[in-house]
């Protein structure tokens, strides 16, 4: 029972609408309204949206449901255009509330502004429809001409998911107990809740002892049908191909599922299953965990070709967080370092907190034996006073890291390795030493052609910036000025990289008087 919704809708209003992804109990919510608050004279029909061809088809299939209930004569299903169906609905004896279920395979503007129209003129017809898609353009004209009851929001409360645990079976305190957890991870998903109840009347599940993540496998195994059934339609192959990352950018839809892709997003949107972050579209939590769990089963050898292909598509179109979410994910420490390289040299480091947590999930010792890993992990937790600690903890592992891979590194590692040692020792008050670094790295550095070496080509500009500092921190600032000029030809024009060096040069500057 949902009670408290319910209680939001007005039997009397001319247009109740009631909106929420797939899953979410609009249906349900609905019947449950009509039986309880709708009064017991009133006749309700309901109209599934599924089965009606068009928006054009609603009105003559109402019609004909009214004639069928006795509510109308026969005369009516003659009627035909707006005019003449308004004109039999004028003639009904009593007021009847029509439901269209689906709503959102009939809507259109057209269709929303002729429903606005026939309700302005017949009195006893009230609509209530339940639609996965946003309904603000419907609700916003007919707000101008009836009263409408707009239903949001269809997330089970804490108290709701237990009382539907405890409806399935479980034991009134261990659903009390497990209820909040439930709730977060189904997002209050009607369709998920259910399936853990069901998994958990089953003895599938412990809801005292479950964590999260099985939680929410759990919950995902009732998503797939409401997403549209259990055949592999080209919609659903396209979904599940794309639910490898979090987030989809414009662009990326293609680069993984095709030219279609944008439609399978908008269709997904429609849907209420993930929302629009300015041009970024993000599945919901429970969604995404379907669709992947999906993938894995129909597609296992796919994964991991479908997250590389997000790797190349985030370094050519210049979306490193894309792409470094996806090298983390595949488990390839040197395809991860590739990327931090390239989001080092870009200039586009924006976001110390996510990137400290994608590398935080890789294995530890994995990234401590990598001198860029661990030195750009030292540098994130530099920026937060409450993480030096940790930071001084990486900078010790990178200079370890330094000196084991020294010994057999090329020329250009050297240069990259060098230039490392001299940014840690710099942070570390270390400026002497920093300064030492810093010219052993630029020797290196002349040694190695551009074309001779990618990581170096990638962070060039950014090495020379880094390295003029540690000259400076060394005391030696007139040279440190003519190393960082010196990265400006190796810096696109326009860039995040460029706008930082000549701010570097302007701080100097002025700090020279």
């Known amino acids: 029972p949902r009670a408290a919704l319910a209680g939001r809708v007005d039997p009397d209003a ?117 639609t996965r898609q946003d309904p603000a353009p419907l609700v916003q004209t007919a707000a101008l001409h009836l009263d409408v009851a707009e239903v949001t929001g269809l997330a089970l409360d804490e108290a709701e998911t237990a009382a539907l645990l405890t409806a399935a079976g479980t034991d009134p305190d261990v659903a009390a107990a497990a209820a909040g957890r439930v709730r977060d991870a189904t997002h209050g998903l009607a369709v998920g809740v259910r399936a853990v109840a069901i998994a958990a009347a089953r003895g599938a599940v412990d ?84 669709l992947r769990e999906g993938l894995r089963r129909a597609e296992p050898d796919a994964v991991e070709g479908l997250l590389r292909a997000v790797v190349d598509w985030g370094m050519a179109a210049g979306r490193f967080y894309p792409a470094l979410h996806a090298a983390a994910e595949t488990g390839d420490l040197d395809l991860v370092q590739g990327t931090v390289v390239r989001i080092w040299g870009s200039g586009q480091v924006r976001d110390a907190a996510e990137t ?31 993480h030096r600690v940790k930071a001084l903890e990486w900078f010790a592992l990178a200079a370890g890291a330094v000196v084991y891979h020294l010994p057999r590194a090329t020329t250009a590692e050297r240069a990259v390795l060098r230039a490392g040692e001299s940014v840690a020792a710099r942070l570390l008050g270390r400026g002497g030493r920093a300064r030492t670094a810093a010219l052993a790295a630029l020797d290196h550095l002349a040694a190695v052609e551009p074309g001779d070496d990618a990581t170096v080509d990638a962070l060039r500009g950014l090495l020379h910036r880094q390295l003029g500092v540690g000259l400076v921190a060394g005391g030696d600032v007139e040279q440190g000025v003519r190393v960082i000029e010196a990265g400006l030809p190796h810096t696109a024009s326009g860039s995040i990289a460029e706008f930082g060096t000549y701010s570097l040069l302007a701080g100097l500057a002025a700090a020279q008087g």
């Open 14 to 130: 001319s247009l109740v609408v009631v909106h929420g992804p797939a899953g979410a109990g609009k249906s349900l919510l609905l019947a449950w309204w009509a039986r309880t608050r709708v009064p017991a004279d009133r006749a309700v029909l309901w109209l599934d949206g599924a089965t009606a061809p068009s928006g054009d088809g609603l009105w003559p299939r109402a019609v004909a449901a009214l004639v069928a209930a006795d509510l109308l004569p026969e005369s009516a299903l003659a009627a035909s255009g707006d005019d003449a169906v308004v004109t039999a609905l004028q003639d009904l004896p009593a007021p009847v509330v029509l439901v269209v279920d689906g709503y959102e395979r009939l809507a259109g503007a057209a269709t929303d502004r002729h429903l606005v129209e026939v309700l302005a003129r017949a009195d006893r017809l009230h609509v209530a429809l339940a």
């Open 207 to 290: 809801l005292a002892t479950a964590t999260p993540a099985a939680l929410v496998a759990v919950a995902a195994r009732g998503i797939v049908p409401a997403l549209g059934g259990d055949d592999d339609t080209a919609d659903l192959v396209a979904a599940r191909r794309l639910s490898v990352v979090e987030a989809l950018p414009p662009g990326l839809p293609a680069a993984l599922a095709g030219p279609a892709a944008d439609a399978v997003v908008a269709r997904l949107a429609a849907d209420g299953l993930g929302t629009w972050h300015e041009e970024t579209f993000v599945l919901t939590p429970l969604v995404r965990a379907a």
């Open 356 to 386: 400290i947590r994608v590398l935080e999930s890789l294995p530890r010792g994995g990234v401590a034996r990598r001198p860029q890993l661990a030195l750009l992990l030292a540098l994130l937790y530099n920026t937060r006073a409450e």
